[in-house]
């Protein structure tokens, strides 16, 4: 495999940066005036936009980028460079370290922000999410199938650029302090969010790089971010529980 150049903090700033602006110009601007213009389902509405001009543009990049370093693309030479590899028993056991140490965190967060006096409700969370998810009923239960096709792209898109191509370039420019600014630069990614939600998101925004790096195998932070909201997209939508 050819040898991985360190990357610059700037550059790195940049490939969070921009997809960041992206994500708040989606959010912010282009899903209120299509809701208000259209009569498309608002759920359906974000799953165009985020695979086609947020996600789905990340996982093709990721491979621009790879293919611009000299590196062919093949799936030889992505699982290489992008550290892709088989998943151990120990791969296993720091998911599950990862997800319930940055899920014990979190709690202890909300738990000490509820005791203080700052204003905080358990409500809040529901305005966290770009877009509320809802039973899909009826005629709309096809928009089920290309939701996969979302968060497909959305956690492969995000760790293949994250941790499979700018995570081992940062090792190579910062060491053992690559994963932490990784952390710091994916908030940077989730700004719009508001900065209560980026405090809860925080634990699992250190869990992902840190996994990633002590593994050396992104399929780790890959799980771990699935993990978080995939399965409740799923059930909600399939009415299995309710939002």
């Known amino acids: 495999m050819k040898e991985i ?34 009569t498309i389902n608002p759920f359906l509405v974000w799953i165009i936009l985020g695979t086609c001009f947020l996600f789905g543009p990340l ?44 899920s014990a965190i979190t709690g ?3 738990g000490l922000w509820t005791l203080s006096p700052l204003p905080f409700s358990l409500d809040e969370l529901r305005s966290f999410s770009p877009i509320q998810i809802e039973r899909l009923e009826g005629s709309d239960r096809w928009i089920f199938f290309p ?31 690559a994963w932490p600014v990784n952390a710091g630069l994916h ?31 992104t399929y780790t932070s890959i799980i771990i971010h699935a993990m978080l909201s995939a399965p409740i997209w799923i059930l909600i939508t399939l009415g299995i529980v309710t939002a």
């Open 5 to 38: 150049k360190p990357i610059k903090i700037s550059t790195a700033f940049l490939l969070f940066a921009i997809p960041g602006m992206i994500f708040y110009i989606l959010i912010k601007i282009m899903m209120p005036v299509l809701l208000e213009t259209t």
């Open 59 to 102: 996982f093709f990049l990721s491979l621009h980028l790879l293919k611009r370093d000299g590196y062919p693309i093949s799936w030889e030479s992505i699982s290489a460079r992008f550290r892709l590899r088989r998943l151990t028993g120990r791969d296993w056991l720091w998911i599950l370290g990862g997800m319930l140490a940055a």
């Open 108 to 110: 202890l967060i909300i």
């Open 147 to 177: 939701m996969l096709v979302l968060l497909f792209f959305n956690y492969f898109g995000e760790e293949f650029m994250w941790r499979g191509y700018i995570l081992p370039r940062q090792e190579e420019a910062l060491g053992k302090w």
């Open 187 to 217: 908030l940077i990614f989730h700004f719009l969010f508001g900065l209560k939600a980026l405090l809860l998101f925080l634990p699992y925004l250190l869990a992902m790089p840190y996994v990633a790096y002590k593994t050396r195998n």
